[in-house]
């Protein structure tokens, strides 16, 4: 009875691995179609829909110490052909940003090895337009600050540079300068 008990323990560990592997394989195999179906002569296209499958991206400043700071952050939304993000006042990455307004994001996606890279320069609004629209895009910021809402500030990127790029063969490597907008 205990050898029929071990044999069935190792057989369900077996199976539940492999269904565990074909979930993997499963993922990898939606993800990398995504990654395929972008138009990848849109630039902004690229980086917008990236962003939004991969919510949580992570953002490298110039600390105040003058050491490279990385945290991170939710793209909020885009909007004529500008990326919106926010900070809170109180927050060290606000000065930070402040004293030195630019910003790399990266976000990645390591069964197919892609990832998305942007920087540009930081430029803070407080417009109430924004700021509502970071807080509809974001139940995070809502749950945090809705009742908070004057420490929020929300700030988008110009002088911006991305680039995608993967180490999968069925994936090809792109630059992009995107517009500021007003281009």
């Known amino acids: 009875m205990k050898k029929l008990l071990i044999a069935a323990a190792l057989l369900l560990c077996a199976c539940a691995s492999d269904q565990r592997g074909k979930e993997k394989m499963n993922d990898m195999n939606e993800t990398l179609e995504f990654f395929q179906s972008l138009d990848y002569e849109n630039g902004l ?44 006042t109180f927050y060290t990455s606000y000065k930070e940003l402040l004293a030195h307004p630019y910003i790399q994001i990266c976000v990645c996606d390591q069964p197919t090895m892609t990832y998305v890279r942007v920087s540009g320069k930081v430029n803070f609004t407080d417009d109430p337009e924004v700021i509502e ?44 300068t995107l517009s500021d907008g007003n281009d």
């Open 45 to 88: 296209e690229v980086v917008v829909k990236t962003f939004e499958r991969f919510p949580l991206q992570y953002a490298a400043t110039l600390g105040l110490d003058g050491n490279a700071q990385v945290r991170p952050i939710e793209f909020k939304y885009e909007a004529d052909g500008l990326l919106y993000f926010d900070t809170v």
């Open 133 to 176: 629209k970071c807080f509809e895009n974001s139940p995070v910021l809502t749950s945090q600050f809705g009742n908070m809402r004057e420490v929020v500030i929300g700030y988008y990127l110009s002088e911006v540079q991305a680039e995608f790029e993967s180490f999968s063969p069925q994936l090809t490597h792109h630059r992009y």
